[in-house]
T-cell receptor, first 114, second 111 residues
């Protein structure tokens, strides 16, 4: 089954404790991205990757890192989480930017930073 | 990518057609119109997309005006499970891509 998976789905942590949210897709998609969703602010893109070893900042990249060592995986790293990073996070992938690019979203990761 | 404008909320009776409008007056010639929906806090789900012509699939129909400055998503027979936030976005083919989802339209389908 074609899908985007994220882990963990729920996470409670404390300020400053490094964490990683994993994202994996099994559709051989080139393009992957991370969004955060906050009440009243909609979906905002954090980082995106156009292919292996190619990443770029989205609208709200501060406080986040990403890596794309393999095509299928695109982890989101919070080196020193802060309470303002409490949010609902979604990973997404699409086949390519070179044509029509329907995005497929993961189920979301709800993060609470105390 | 062009910005879009959608009504904040709409409601519809179950079994009736739901028509969700979207304005994208600054759309460029190579930009597609995409519709997604998000049920509660699940990941957004792709519905349909189009460039110039009207499109239909098993979920919905997309009507794009001739000048492409607006579009309408039509759910022909809305059900309670169609209650969701619907996002209209436009995006160009190729190049870097930072999509703007905006706040979407909250559609409530009532019995």
């Amino acid at each position: 089954e074609a899908q985007v998976t994220q882990n963990p789905r729920y996470l409670i942590t404390v300020t400053g404790k490094k964490l990683t949210v994993t994202c994996s897709q099994n559709m051989n998609h080139e393009y992957m991205s991370w969004y955060r969703q906050d009440p009243g602010l909609g979906l905002r893109q954090i980082y995106y990757s156009m292919n292996v070893e190619v990443t770029d900042k989205g609208d709200v990249p501060e406080g986040y890192k990403v890596s794309r060592k393999e095509k299928r995986n695109f982890p989101l790293i919070l080196e020193s989480p802060s309470p303002n990073q409490t949010s609902l996070y979604f990973c997404a992938s699409s086949l390519s930017l070179a044509g029509e690019g329907t995005q497929y979203f993961g189920p979301g990761t709800r993060l609470l930073v105390l | 990518d062009a910005k879009t404008t959608q009504p904040t909320s709409m409601d519809c009776a179950e079994g009736r057609a739901a028509n969700l409008p979207c304005n994208h007056s600054t759309i460029s010639g190579n930009e597609y119109v995409y519709w997604y929906r998000q049920i509660h806090s699940q990941g957004p789900q792709y519905i349909i997309h189009g460039l110039k012509n009207n499109e239909t699939n098993e979920m919905a129909s997309l009507i794009i005006t001739e000048d492409r400055k607006s579009s309408t998503l039509i759910l022909p027979h809305a059900t309670l499970r169609d209650t969701a936030v619907y996002y209209c976005i436009v995006r160009a083919s190729g190049g870097s891509y930072i999509p703007t989802f905006g706040r979407g339209t909250s559609l409530i389908v009532h019995p």
